[in-house]
């Protein structure tokens, strides 16, 4: 063999040992953990009992997702950078029971409708009148957006702005989903909410994806 190519190859051996591999370490603060919870109580099969309002087809209810942080090398300025989507079992179909689905629109007049102040450039409404949008009609609606929502650090509040509605476990991560609208006909039944948590961790989410993601599901009776 070629001298030249022994010195070569042997100076590549070097190089390749001496090369520094970086590591990608455990992104969880205090483990990989998520989990659902609405604020009503459950039953003995840990279902939660939600009361539905009869007189209404417009119900909305909210539920709340905790994750856990990651740690500082994997933030993004400064912050874990969480997204949690949703899905669920139970759907309704716009125009049967629940009716057609329909807008309100203000109407303003030029000539007679008063001003808002403290400008008085703002014209206030002298009338509504209702839209109905009939080409929605027989669409499938699920109960729960689809959507993606971000979580963020709980604010505890200060004299300028209240605390977050609500406060999690120390060390997670919260966010917000609103269930609904749910039409009154559901009473009495029983649906089930997933959702699927998506860490950013860069690399790390590249090569372990199933290490950075997780599902969690609730069940909901409605009273």
Known sequence: MNKGYVWLIALLLVFTSCEKHNIDPYPFENGKRSKLVMNYPKDARGYYLVPLDTTRNSNRFNIYTETSKLIPFYHYNGIS??????????????????????????????????????????????????????????????IVQLTGIYLKEYFAGNMYQPADEYQPEQGMYWGKRIIGPIPKYFLGDTITVYSKTFWEAGNYTYTRPQETTKIDSIKIIFK
């Open 81 to 142: 950078v969480i997204e949690t989507r949703f899905d669920s079992d139970s759907y309704w179909v716009l125009g049967t029971i629940s009716g057609d689905l329909a807008v309100t629109i203000p109407l303003y007049s030029p000539f007679t409708s008063l001003y808002s102040s403290p400008y008085f450039s703002t014209p206030l409404p002298v009338d509504t009148t209702t839209v109905i949008l009939s080409q929605y009609r027989n669409s499938i609606v699920p």
